[in-house]
């Protein structure tokens, strides 16, 4: 295999404001056939499609979002802060995401973000989350990850049919290892990041029987070395830069 799978980092993220409509669509545009997005609750249980748990990076509001409603993310330009042709870019919904991948035939991994916003909101995101995600048309082409893995054992209780990633930063990890609780929760992917990451630990993941699929890798040359260990797929800023081999279902 020359290129492990691509997965577009919240969409063409170096072309168009991340996890946003308009990055998947580039996305697709480029040829990338799998996107990652980002998932959390706000204060009338509606699921919103943002990285950050603050809006100002990405967006015109200031401040956490779980006290808010939906027609108060409405208002907000998503947009702007990357560029002016992106100007009224929306925050979008879950539902939109799904809608828009199902449409594109385009493989998605959505990731769970850490709700911050109490023990009842993060009740409803996996609530919410567990009747969105009967949408999808295509649930081969489809995973859910986080690096909340409670969050992440709640929402397989609800959707055991779904496929997870194991999504860990090693310097930052707290709980089991993904040997202790990967293969436990019944995750069919480990989500590593590069940094660190070794062909030795590759091999290993791979000998349990895991897809490996690193985070976050822009550079071509890198990303063919990972594939010469083992690594099945990388998310990227940029997938324009790769080819076509590498955008693949």
Same mark, same amino acid.
């Given at each position: 295999?020359?290129?492990?799978?691509?997965?577009?980092?919240?969409?063409?993220?170096?072309?168009?404001?991340?996890?946003?409509?308009?990055?998947?669509?580039?996305?697709?545009?480029?040829?990338?056939?799998?996107?990652?997005?980002?998932?959390?609750?706000?204060?009338?249980?509606?699921?919103?499609?943002?990285?950050?748990?603050?809006?100002?990076?990405?967006?015109?509001?200031?401040?956490?979002?779980?006290?808010?409603?939906?027609?108060?993310?409405?208002?907000?330009?998503?947009?702007?802060?990357?560029? $002016?042709?992106?100007?009224?870019?929306?925050?979008?919904? +879950?539902? !939109? @995401?799904?809608?828009?991948?199902?449409? /594109?035939?385009? *493989?998605?991994?959505?990731?769970?973000?850490?709700?911050?916003?109490?023990?009842?909101?993060?009740?409803?995101?996996?609530?919410?989350?567990?009747?969105?995600?009967?949408?999808?048309?295509?649930?081969?082409?489809?995973?859910?990850?986080?690096?909340?893995?409670?969050?992440?054992?709640?929402?397989?209780?609800?959707?055991?049919?779904?496929?997870?990633?194991?999504?860990?930063?090693?310097?930052?990890?707290?709980?089991?290892?993904?040997?202790?609780?990967?293969?436990?929760?019944?995750?069919?992917?480990?989500?590593?990041?590069?940094?660190?990451?070794?062909?030795?630990?590759?091999?290993?993941?791979? $000998?349990?029987?895991?897809?490996?699929?690193?985070?976050? +890798?822009? !550079? @071509?040359?890198?990303?063919?070395?990972? /594939?010469?260990? *083992?690594?099945?797929?990388?998310?990227?800023?940029?997938?324009?830069?790769?080819?076509?081999?590498?955008?693949?279902?």
């Amino acid at each position: 295999m020359a290129f492990p799978r691509i997965f577009a980092h919240r969409g063409a993220s170096s072309l168009a404001p991340e996890n946003t409509i308009a990055s998947f669509a580039k996305a697709a545009e480029v040829g990338a056939r799998w996107f990652e997005f980002d998932v959390d609750v706000i204060g009338d249980g509606s699921l919103i499609v943002i990285h950050d748990d603050k809006l100002q990076r990405t967006t015109t509001g200031k401040g956490g979002y779980y006290n808010l409603s939906f027609s108060d993310i409405r208002k907000l330009d998503a947009g702007k802060w990357f560029s $002016d042709t992106y100007r009224f870019e929306r925050i979008p919904e +879950v539902a !939109d @995401v799904i809608s828009f991948a199902n449409s /594109a035939n385009m *493989g998605m991994n959505l990731e769970i973000k850490p709700c911050c916003g109490g023990t009842e909101l993060r009740e409803k995101l996996i609530e919410n989350l567990a009747v969105a995600v009967d949408s999808v048309a295509n649930t081969d082409h489809f995973i859910v990850s986080s690096f909340d893995h409670e969050a992440l054992a709640r929402f397989h209780a609800t959707r055991p049919n779904i496929k997870l990633g194991w999504l860990f930063d090693r310097e930052k990890q707290p709980g089991p290892t993904w040997q202790q609780g990967a293969d436990l929760l019944g995750c069919t992917a480990i989500h590593p990041d590069v940094n660190g990451l070794t062909p030795e630990e590759v091999k290993e993941m791979r $000998d349990a029987g895991f897809d490996v699929n690193v985070w976050t +890798v822009n !550079d @071509v040359d890198q990303a063919q070395e990972l /594939a010469s260990w *083992g690594v099945t797929g990388i998310f990227t800023d940029c997938p324009q830069d790769f080819p076509a081999e590498a955008h693949v279902l």
